[in-house]
T-cell receptor, first 120, second 110 residues
């Protein structure tokens, strides 16, 4: 059974970096058919796709246009997981963050979500 | 890019059918067949219900169906059941390798 297990701090100070990890069991971050995504949800912004990493003979990344200057999504093949880093956070980045497995721009498996609060 | 437009709410009685719309542009919904629909219960992660406009993942009841006309996609729930009461979100691929979600529709079973 494929599962995604998220981990990371729930509180981040303004201007600092938000870091989350998503551990994969039952599938591989190096899969040639899956993509590995981060999505967030807040009352003010709704659901928002943030970015993804995927392997097709080499590693690729795509990021939401609005976040491109602040976001990094990286695979970790040794631990079979992937991570999210979001720099220079503000209270607007407060949201529930999900990791999700994707294929052709659909997300068929989601993590349970992590509430991240940006506050001093 | 702007979020796709969904009605904030929809409702129907048990056994009835309800359709939820999702309106975008020719750069997203109208330009590609990568429209998906998700069901979300409070405090839970979204669940994929429809992908590529009208395909159902294994395990999703055939009461759920999807379609598209021009820049508007639709999710129809037939034979409404109490368990269908949830929030529903559409999403679409948008050019330049990005994705956009709709604002969500709360479905109430009366």
């Amino acid at each position: 059974q494929v599962q995604l297990q998220q981990s990371g701090p729930g509180l981040v100070k303004p201007s600092q970096t938000l870091s989350l990890t998503c551990a994969i069991s039952g599938d591989s971050v190096s899969s040639n058919s899956a993509t590995w995504n981060w999505i967030r949800q807040s009352p003010s912004r709704g659901l928002e796709w943030l970015g993804r990493t995927y392997y097709r003979s080499k590693w690729y990344n795509d990021y939401a246009v609005s976040l491109k200057s602040r976001i990094t999504v990286n695979p970790d093949t040794s631990e079979n997981q992937f991570s999210l880093q979001l720099n220079s956070v503000t209270p607007e980045d407060t949201a529930v963050y999900y990791c999700a497995r994707g294929s052709y721009w659909r997300f068929d498996l989601w993590g349970r979500g992590t509430l991240i609060t940006v506050s001093s | 890019q702007s979020a796709l437009t969904q009605p904030p709410s929809a409702s129907g009685s048990p056994g009835q059918s309800v359709t939820i719309s999702c309106t975008g542009t020719s750069s997203d919904v109208g330009g590609y067949n990568y429209v998906s629909w998700y069901q979300q219960y409070p405090g839970k992660a979204p669940k994929l219900m429809i992908y590529e406009v009208s395909k159902r993942p294994s395990g999703v009841p055939d009461r759920f169906s999807g379609s598209k006309s021009g820049n508007t996609a639709s999710l129809t729930v037939s034979g409404l059941q109490a368990e269908d009461e949830a929030d529903y979100y559409c999403s679409s691929y948008i050019n330049t390798n990005n994705l956009v979600f709709g604002g969500g529709t709360t479905l109430t079973v009366l």
